[in-house]
T-cell receptor
Framework: KQEVTQIPAALSVPEGENLVLNCSFT??????LQWFRQDPGKGLTSLLL?????REQTSGRLNASLDKSSGRSTLYIAASQPGDSATYLC?????????????FGRGTQLTVWP | GAGVSQTPSNKVTEKGKYVELRCDPISGHTALYWYRQSLGQGPEFLIYFQGTGAADDSGLPNDRFFAVRPEGSVSTLKIQRTERGDSAVYLCASSFSGSVTDTQYFGPGTRLTVL
């Protein structure tokens, strides 16, 4: 069974810092990996999706990398802002499961203070 | 266009009662997913529909949980004889076709509290 782990569980930084969130997964046979953002009381918003054949994806201040062989992904947030405060979730779509099933980590709760 | 909507947003019930949670997917999306998120945890997969049929229901925890999607659009998650351990946020998502490259779009969730 695929297991996804995210480190750290919580992170608190001052505005303007560059930061890295980590995600690891136990089974490297994946179709893709996705990073989501979750705000309190709201659903998940997809930030970046990296296919298994790709090494990284970028969107604005966000950059996600994927090292499938080692079972790791990182989400890099540049010049953090208070509006970035949220929980960030990593999810993988495994080859050993049906196409619909995503396996999620527990998330990293990020607080960016002014 | 509208995103995924879920009703009710909050549901409080007593142990042993029956509840129904509704999900309206994005129009035109053939794939629909239910997840459950307990406090401090990531979402856990429950069931996945492709059209009207359940393509994978292996995440349903026991036979008290059942979900339907009779017309291939709206879905209802049904929980019988609720237990306190069923308290969680139930998330619904939809995607265009359920393919490998699809992005799943999530609704705001229904917070279920079983007293």
């Amino acid at each position: 069974k695929q297991e996804v782990t995210q480190i750290p569980a919580a992170l608190s930084v001052p505005e303007g810092e560059n930061l890295v969130l980590n995600c690891s997964f136990t089974d490297s046979a994946i179709y893709n990996l996705q990073w989501f953002r979750q705000d309190p009381g709201k659903g998940l918003t997809s930030l970046l999706l990296i296919q298994s054949s790709q090494r990284e994806q970028t969107s604005g201040r966000l950059n996600a990398s994927l090292d499938k062989s080692s079972g790791r992904s990182t989400l890099y947030i540049a010049a953090s802002q208070p509006g970035d405060s949220a929980t960030y979730l990593c999810a993988v779509k495994s080859r050993g499961s049906t196409l619909g099933r995503l396996y999620f980590g527990r998330g990293t709760q990020l607080t960016v203070w002014p | 266009g509208a995103g995924v909507s879920q009703t009710p947003s909050n549901k409080v019930t007593e142990k042993g009662k029956y509840v129904e949670l509704r999900c309206d997917p994005i129009s035109g999306h053939t794939a629909l997913y239910w997840y459950r998120q307990s406090l401090g945890q990531g979402p856990e997969f429950l069931i996945y529909f492709q059209g009207t049929g359940a393509a994978d229901d292996s995440g349903l925890p026991n036979d008290r949980f059942f979900a339907v999607r009779p017309e291939g659009s709206v879905s209802t998650l049904k929980i019988q004889r609720t237990e306190r351990g069923d308290s969680a946020v139930y998330l619904c998502a939809s995607s265009f076709s359920g393919s490998v490259t699809d992005t799943q779009y999530f609704g705001p969730g229904t917070r279920l509290t079983v007293l």
